[in-house]
DNA sequence: CTGAAAGCGCTTACAG
DNA sequence: CTGAAAGCGCTTACAG
């Protein structure tokens, strides 16, 4: 058969052709230009004679053929359960895509991505569609919501995976980010400010990540004996709320951050409706950073108080236990939770003393 | 020899063990699973029990070795002569990333991310990292500068790839950006809206995208009558040069935009410190979309003029251009350019009066 | 120190 | 309609 890869172009040399112009076997060839293994040494003759035919004839190794009989394919899997490379959310994982894009480079991965989870979400749940992250040696997995079924597969066959975020399921390898002491000492920091009643602002989506932040929340305001509520909303018509609240006493505002930032953007508007300052007239904190490339604050400008979710970091770990699982070496553990830098921002300031009139509005 | 891709865990299945389990052989089940060669027909009962193997046993086939034997295996590279995911740049090509995996999806295509380029120059030119491309069906090229000559080998061999961004080298099938009609329309409407003395910034690097935009200049120039200059910068003090271009009367600048967004950067400062308006005191035009999110001009504020560079649909039609070219349809057009979007944006006014004293330095 | 052989997991003529 | 065989270009024990 000819090659169907290059019609009509000379063949490019392969080890057999090396073979014979040096008068060797085509595994000399091999031997020679892969290195031998340990312990084997070649004739400097032998060497040199092949060196010198590859060098001649322009040889350069078949990846594809190197790959096959390496038994290795050198491709980790990305697969993620929403868009890989999301246009409406103002690009919130793309730090976790760089991270994982360098440590792979750094050793000596490519990268599949596993595509047309965006599009059909129904296609995502299909146990066939995340069948075929089989073809690289292990694979990532990414996103809020994870079909349980199809993974639980994977599992059973001994199929190398990780998890970037947090996972509940026994067993399941993951590098996430610790939230619940992150989220806590959100609270901490507010009660160190002075602020005495806050409220807790989330969506009602129930992704790990979202309960995480709650369970944080609330511990952060035991321990430090504070008034807490938690607020679900959908981001829309908060400004009664935020009056109620001011009514209260409520000084200052935790909020959730997620894929959409809905309920970030519904309390920025109707702080900003209010004609509220922050952290003047309102303190503010930001569960992980903001979605856009500048996250300013409503009523002010400044950068948010809060933490910083260490994407980046979290990719890197995770193809880095990839790895490590792909290796064989199952001892180790298999599930890291990073810390979250806190960010000191602007957004948190003493509590407004409670007699003094709101705003301009 | 073990198999090393997954010890100590189950073999992935393949061919023979379906074969072994529906009672055929290996190549029949190939024959099944691949779909039968025109003319051939397989018995409706074997082909149902490979199937229900195949599903069984959770198969997928190796791209590596469907490679090897010379057939297709629905991936599609992605190789870019610079971090795929750049962190420093701002994201600056990320609609392209967008537009990519949106068509391959469609497609039904995964794609594999060639990494490693990134870190290393040295590597990207390597002839042996440009040849692993062909682990995929074919290959996505981009980057501001590309190695020559690892790039002939693929065409020497005939792999298919396609450029994103428009390529001198004859032959070689590109999807990228009409630049020089683009850039003409903007000094066009530079001229339109009274402007006669004009200067075009741009920076030292060489690249295509860089002659094209200043040939578009050059020509809007011409056609208009207008006093054109072009000048070089790296972006750093540039106010000599700002304070000497209104001395001459100068009432519009048009800057070359690029991955560092040097040129602009540095006029924007320059703008700043002179507390100059825009486009009060100046009109400035930007040859494609700011860096930033949200690029606001300087002095002002506003909204660049300029146009869009239509990244999403560059790699939308790169992604199709790839496959055709794949399946093996050398005929039609394998070189296009796509129109940018005309951006109004708000930094194009009318010419400051000659006489006015110059903001308010 | 080197060659002959088997094998990586597929595809594709070619016989039956 | 299906099986046996050869081949893609390598790597890696295993003999000599």
Same mark, same amino acid.
């Given at each position: 058969m000819a090659d169907a890869r290059a019609p009509g172009n000379r063949r490019r040399p392969r080890q057999s052709d090396i073979a014979r112009s040096a008068g060797v076997s085509q595994a000399t060839v091999s031997l020679v230009l892969r290195g031998a293994p340990t312990g084997m040494s070649l004739a400097p003759a032998t060497r040199q004679r092949v060196i010198a035919a590859a060098e001649e004839l322009g040889y350069v190794p078949d990846p594809v053929a190197t790959r096959l009989a390496a038994a290795t394919n050198a491709m980790l899997g990305l697969y993620t359960f929403?868009?890989?490379?999301?246009? /409406? =959310?103002?690009? +919130?994982y793309y730090p976790i895509l760089v991270g994982v894009e360098e440590e792979a480079a750094a050793q000596g991965q490519d990268l599949i991505l596993f595509t047309g989870s965006a599009r059909a979400a129904a296609r995502a749940d299909d146990p066939a569609a995340v069948r075929r =992250? &089989? =073809?690289? /040696?292990g694979c990532l997995f990414f996103g809020r919501h994870v079909p349980a079924e199809p993974v639980r597969r994977l599992v059973e066959d001994g199929f190398p995976f990780v998890y970037i975020g947090r996972r509940d399921e026994a067993g399941v390898p993951y590098v996430g980010a610790d939230y619940v002491s992150a989220s806590a000492d959100v609270v901490a920091r507010l009660a160190a400010a002075g602020h005495r009643k806050v409220r807790y602002l989330r969506e009602h989506d129930q992704a790990l990540a979202s309960v995480d932040r709650e369970d944080g929340v609330l511990r952060g305001a035991r321990d430090a004996g504070l008034d807490t509520l938690v607020v679900r909303t959908d981001? +829309? /018509?908060?400004d009664a709320l935020l009056r109620e609240w001011l009514d209260a006493g409520v000084t200052a505002v935790v909020v959730e951050q997620t894929d959409t930032g809905a309920a970030l953007a519904g309390l920025g508007a109707a702080i900003d409706r209010a004609g509220l300052?922050? %952290?003047?007239d309102l303190s503010l904190a930001l569960l #992980?950073?903001?979605? #856009?490339?500048r996250g300013s604050a409503p009523g002010g400008g400044a950068a948010f108080s809060g933490f910083d979710v260490p994407m980046r970091a979290m990719g890197r770990g995770a193809v880095r236990l990839l790895l490590r699982l792909i290796a064989g /070496?199952?001892? #180790? %553990?298999s599930r890291r939770l990073l810390p979250c830098e806190p960010v000191e921002g602007g957004?948190? #300031? %003493?509590? &407004? %003393?409670?007699?003094r009139t709101t705003g301009r509005a």
């Amino acid at each position: 058969m000819a090659d169907a890869r290059a019609p009509g172009n000379r063949r490019r040399p392969r080890q057999s052709d090396i073979a014979r112009s040096a008068g060797v076997s085509q595994a000399t060839v091999s031997l020679v230009l892969r290195g031998a293994p340990t312990g084997m040494s070649l004739a400097p003759a032998t060497r040199q004679r092949v060196i010198a035919a590859a060098e001649e004839l322009g040889y350069v190794p078949d990846p594809v053929a190197t790959r096959l009989a390496a038994a290795t394919n050198a491709m980790l899997g990305l697969y993620t359960f929403s868009a890989t490379f999301p246009t /409406d =959310v103002a690009h +919130s994982y793309y730090p976790i895509l760089v991270g994982v894009e360098e440590e792979a480079a750094a050793q000596g991965q490519d990268l599949i991505l596993f595509t047309g989870s965006a599009r059909a979400a129904a296609r995502a749940d299909d146990p066939a569609a995340v069948r075929r =992250v &089989r =073809v690289a /040696d292990g694979c990532l997995f990414f996103g809020r919501h994870v079909p349980a079924e199809p993974v639980r597969r994977l599992v059973e066959d001994g199929f190398p995976f990780v998890y970037i975020g947090r996972r509940d399921e026994a067993g399941v390898p993951y590098v996430g980010a610790d939230y619940v002491s992150a989220s806590a000492d959100v609270v901490a920091r507010l009660a160190a400010a002075g602020h005495r009643k806050v409220r807790y602002l989330r969506e009602h989506d129930q992704a790990l990540a979202s309960v995480d932040r709650e369970d944080g929340v609330l511990r952060g305001a035991r321990d430090a004996g504070l008034d807490t509520l938690v607020v679900r909303t959908d981001g +829309s /018509d908060l400004d009664a709320l935020l009056r109620e609240w001011l009514d209260a006493g409520v000084t200052a505002v935790v909020v959730e951050q997620t894929d959409t930032g809905a309920a970030l953007a519904g309390l920025g508007a109707a702080i900003d409706r209010a004609g509220l300052r922050c %952290p003047g007239d309102l303190s503010l904190a930001l569960l #992980g950073a903001p979605t #856009g490339t500048r996250g300013s604050a409503p009523g002010g400008g400044a950068a948010f108080s809060g933490f910083d979710v260490p994407m980046r970091a979290m990719g890197r770990g995770a193809v880095r236990l990839l790895l490590r699982l792909i290796a064989g /070496d199952l001892e #180790g %553990p298999s599930r890291r939770l990073l810390p979250c830098e806190p960010v000191e921002g602007g957004t948190i #300031g %003493p509590p &407004r %003393p409670p007699n003094r009139t709101t705003g301009r509005a």
